[in-house]
């Protein structure tokens, strides 16, 4: 598929699942770990950030980390969200920038910032949090926005890394920093296997690439200290259902043998990273 292809097709299917959102639990991960005991289960959130999250934003989180979590987010700071989702790391953001920060969250399936929209309205906190639909790779926030850019497992998503992080770097404050969980693999793969994932643009794997790649595209965006705060290499039951993000209903399920093949090489990293003061 061509860029504009593959971004159509994501949009979609998480348009698709955001509007069963009302129906169903979470349908990125398998059923006996949706939902909230899945992000409590794995450490991801903690049952005091959890009290805080509306019904339809913990049944539509698709995170494979907790960026609030180690981004170390100060009162009147201004951040922005690169593929909110519905809404769940916007929320924790703007508890922890108070009501003197501002929290941006950008996505671009409409469906995903309507049940957003639900959520924060829910929690009381439009005042603080702006929604938009919109691309992070050409965003229309000016340079030097924001104090933290983060972003939950969203950036293996996109077809143009490069353009992603050129954009984060951007609308960054000198000194600004990054504050991102994604997927990637710890190596290279065999080629046929990644044009096999590639070809349906498969989950969380679709647009996955290796460790080394991943990091020196941000190095290259001109980021430096990029620290690694956690790895967690994925189950064999949490890669099946991050293979076919955002559901087995709106994603092609990969061949179970090249799942086998991957298994242990793909790993959820949390990580941090600094534009340079000028």
């Known amino acids: 598929m061509r860029k504009e292809e593959i971004k159509q097709t994501v949009k979609n299917r998480y348009d698709k699942c955001a509007e069963t959102a009302s129906k169903e639990k979470s349908c990125c991960c398998p059923s006996e770990t949706q939902g909230s005991s899945f992000a409590a289960e ?9 009290s805080l999250i509306p019904k339809i934003a913990l049944n539509l989180s698709k995170g494979c980390g907790n960026p609030t979590g180690f981004a170390n987010l ?7 969200d690169f593929g ?3 809404g769940i ?7 922890k920038v108070g009501p003197n920060g501002k929290v941006v969250g950008v996505d671009f399936a409409p469906q995903m910032i309507e049940q957003a929209n639900q959520a924060v309205t829910e929690t009381g906190l439009r005042d603080r949090v702006k929604l938009i639909v919109g691309d992070m790779e050409n965003l229309e926030l000016p340079d030097g926005f924001a104090d933290v850019v983060t972003s939950n497992c969203v950036i293996n998503l996109s ?3 490069e353009a992603v992080y050129r954009e984060a770097f951007r609308i960054l404050k000198s000194g600004g920093r990054l504050a991102i969980s994604d997927i990637v693999f710890t190596g290279k793969i065999k080629p046929q296997i990644q044009e096999r994932f590639q070809a349906s643009w498969a989950g969380c794997v679709g647009g996955a690439i290796d460790e080394e790649s991943y990091f020196n595209i941000i190095r290259k965006a001109g980021f430096r200290h990029v620290e690694v ?4 290499f994925l189950s064999p039951k949490e890669l099946e259902a991050m293979a076919c993000c955002p559901g087995p209903k709106f994603t092609p399920v990969p061949n ?5 093949v991957v298994q242990g090489k793909v790993i959820s990293i949390k ?3 600094v534009k340079p003061k000028a």
Request: aromatic share 4%; charged share 25%; with cysteine.
């Open 256 to 260: 179970k043998n090249d799942l086998a």
């Open 271 to 273: 990580f941090t990273a």
């Open 89 to 95: 790391d916007v929320i924790l953001a703007a508890h």
């Open 42 to 50: 794995h450490g991801l959130y903690g049952q005091e950030e959890l």
């Open 84 to 86: 909110c989702g519905a």
């Open 229 to 232: 705060v956690a790895r967690h």
């Open 74 to 80: 100060k009162s009147s700071e201004v951040v922005v």
């Open 159 to 161: 077809p143009d890394k």
